[in-house]
Structures are given as structure tokens and as C-alpha cells.
């Protein structure tokens, strides 16, 4: 772990989230770096691993326990770098139905709602795979514990088909878990 690793590291446990409890009995901060360490893990550089560390920071369309405020996005910026920003604030601020349907889509430009602006945004073909591997590898890393396995199945396996590779492969090993753990 590097000093600004820990830095970031250091920045979340102020916030508090270390003792707020996330899914089944893990800490969000130890669901935070599991993310964050799983992306590394797939190969995905440095911005996307960010993106996977701050991945709900602002809050999802399912998980509101933890908000920081909107106020705070420069500063975070400032920790993690303009791109993971980036694809942090949008993994919390789209409209999942949209983003489904983005998934889907064979070419781009693709589009998702920013439910919090309220507004459409373009993705380009990265900006897209990329938000996909935040969002899918948050899941998988949550889906033993939660065991919601058909929540949005579907998407999932949309993503993970379209990811390919370490994606795929951690998909369905996670999902091979499925009889044992319902």
C-alpha cells in the first residue's frame, strides 16, 4: 500500500464509515477497499481501482446509509484524481434502469440519467466499460452477503458478458456460490 493509498484509506475512516455496517457484518469502508483491491485485482488501472475505492461515496439509488455531500466532490477529486472522481459520482448518480439500457446497446453514444441533476449524460465507449466494472465488480463483491441473487440478474450478466475476461470469470464464480449460500 503506498502513502497516498493510505491517505485515502486515512480520508474514509474520518468520514466514520468504518463503523457503519454495510452488507450482512462487513464495515462499508472494508466493502470500500474490497472493491477497490478486487478491480486491481481484474487488471483495471489505477482510476477505475479509485473509482471502486469511492464507488457510493455520494450515496447510490440503493444504498443511502452514507451521503457525503455534493460540496465535497473537489476535494475528493483532489484525493483520487479527476477520472475516478468521475466515475464515482456517476455510479452514484445514474438511474440504474438507464444505465441497463445503456448496457444493452451494441454502439454508442450511450446515455444514462443523473438522477441527481435530473439530466441525461453522454458515455463515451470507455467511460461506459468502465462504469461497468465499478459497478459490477460492488456487486459481486456484496451478493453472498446480501443474497438478493436475482436483483437485476440480468444487467449483471449483461455486464459481465460484455466485460469479458477476470470480469466474467469472477461473475460466474460468485454466482456458482448461489445454491450454497440461498
Not at 140 to 160: S, T
Amino acid at each position: 500500500m503506498t502513502d497516498n493509498d493510505k491517505q485515502r484509506i486515512a480520508y474514509l475512516r474520518q468520514l466514520g464509515i468504518e463503523e457503519l455496517v454495510h452488507t450482512g457484518s462487513k464495515s462499508y469502508l472494508g466493502h470500500l477497499v474490497a472493491v477497490g483491491r478486487d478491480l486491481e485485482r481484474w487488471g483495471c488501472g489505477k482510476a477505475v481501482s479509485l473509482a471502486g475505492l469511492f464507488h457510493s461515496i455520494y450515496g447510490t439509488e440503493r444504498f443511502r446509509r452514507f451521503q457525503l455531500p455534493l460540496e465535497k466532490r473537489a476535494e475528493v477529486r483532489e484525493l483520487i484524481g479527476e477520472r475516478a472522481e468521475q466515475l464515482a459520482y456517476w455510479n452514484c448518480a445514474m438511474d440504474r434502469s438507464s444505465f441497463d439500457r445503456a448496457v444493452e446497446q451494441r454502439t454508442g453514444p450511450y446515455h444514462i440519467t443523473d438522477r441527481i441533476a435530473g439530466a441525461p449524460v453522454e458515455l463515451t465507449e470507455r467511460d461506459l466499460l468502465d462504469l461497468c466494472r465499478v459497478h459490477l465488480c460492488d456487486w459481486l463483491e456484496q451478493v453472498v452477503r446480501a443474497k438478493q441473487w436475482e436483483y437485476r440478474r440480468a444487467a449483471y450478466r449483461a455486464m459481465a458478458e460484455r466485460l469479458g475476461g477476470a470480469a466474467m470469470e469472477n461473475y460466474e464464480q460468485v454466482f456458482a456460490l448461489e445454491a450454497a449460500n440461498s
